[in-house]
């Protein structure tokens, strides 16, 4: 029998994604790829070892890896216990991902996708489904994780793998954000999602002594900054990026495009964009700034 021993940390974080066939285990593969782990599918159980050591390697720079085992490797399948048991004893920390569904909901997306059961020879998939429950159950009992997905479409089943797979460092990275100052007399950036326009404040341009220097220069931060309408902005906008961004990665959005306009682009707009940029770096999101028109002439 299968006991999880006490365990020491791996250099690689282990997921192994497992269920009934029809549950969703490749959706589930996909957003795991989408979170940064390298993924195989159907890997044969007692290669499982020789994989981990490999990826363990330190020229391979791979930290985080998936692997889906289940009963469409046949015969192999069965070998998953020793394996199990193999990386208890050298205490390779792992986590067991079990996706299932009711019978009526797996019968339903076989009929829909017309795919072959891997225990349905004779054409009675209800009893090749109840084989697979009951040849799966006992990797069920030692699973980390069991999520029933027969009411669940896509985004939700990432939805519940984000909540009870990824860790709080994984969750930031899952939405990867940029952010551009630009000028509204060159138009509005390609790929921005949200817009925000900061020519209600005074403009730097029309003081000599900043007219020709950009918003990383200190006289000009201080100018922007030191108004306390700007703090005020600053306060609200922050306050709701922390609403928006992680209700965009429950809601499984990948990339989020945040643009900071002033009329030029080289003053106003550089100073919040560095602070906004500055904000959530703080957070631990996955980041980029750009300053489109910041040498363009005003």
Do not use: W
């Not at 159907?42 to 330190?58: G, R, T, V």
């Not at 940029?178 to 730097?204: A, C, H, Q």
């Amino acid at each position: 029998m299968i006991t999880k021993k006490e365990k020491i940390e791996s250099k690689i974080k282990i997921v192994i994604i497992t269920g009934l066939s029809g549950a969703g285990k490749t959706e589930a593969l996909k957003y795991f790829e989408d979170a940064g782990y390298y993924c195989i599918d159907n890997l044969p159980a007692h290669l499982l070892l020789n994989l981990i050591d490999y990826f363990s390697m330190e020229d391979r720079n791979i930290n985080k890896v998936a692997f889906a085992i289940d009963l469409r490797s046949g015969y192999f399948f069965d070998e998953i216990y020793k394996t199990l048991d193999k990386l208890n004893e050298r205490k390779i920390e792992y986590k067991i991902l079990f996706l299932e569904a009711s019978k009526s909901a797996i019968v339903k997306r076989y009929s829909l996708t017309r795919r072959k059961h891997p225990l349905v020879e004779n054409g009675d998939l209800g009893s090749g489904i109840e084989r697979e429950i009951e040849k799966m159950n006992r990797l069920r009992e030692i699973a980390d994780v069991v999520i029933d997905t027969s009411l669940l479409n896509s985004k939700e089943l990432r939805m519940a793998i984000t909540e009870c797979m990824m860790s709080a460092v994984e969750k930031s990275k899952l939405l990867q954000i940029s952010i551009t100052s630009f000028g509204y007399k060159y138009g509005l950036p390609e790929s921005v999602d949200m817009v925000m326009d900061v020519r209600f404040l005074p403009n730097p341009f029309y003081n000599e002594e900043l007219k020709d220097v950009d918003g990383r220069d200190k006289k000009v931060i201080d100018f922007v900054l030191c108004r306390e309408e700007t703090k005020e902005f600053l306060r609200m906008f922050e306050k709701m990026l922390d609403f928006l961004i992680p209700n965009y990665i429950a809601e499984g959005k990948s990339y989020l495009g945040i643009g900071i306009g002033c009329t030029g682009g080289k003053h106003r707009s550089v100073v919040l964009s560095d602070k906004i940029y500055e904000y959530l770096k703080l957070k631990g999101y996955s980041i980029k700034l750009f300053y489109r028109d910041i040498s363009k002439n005003n």
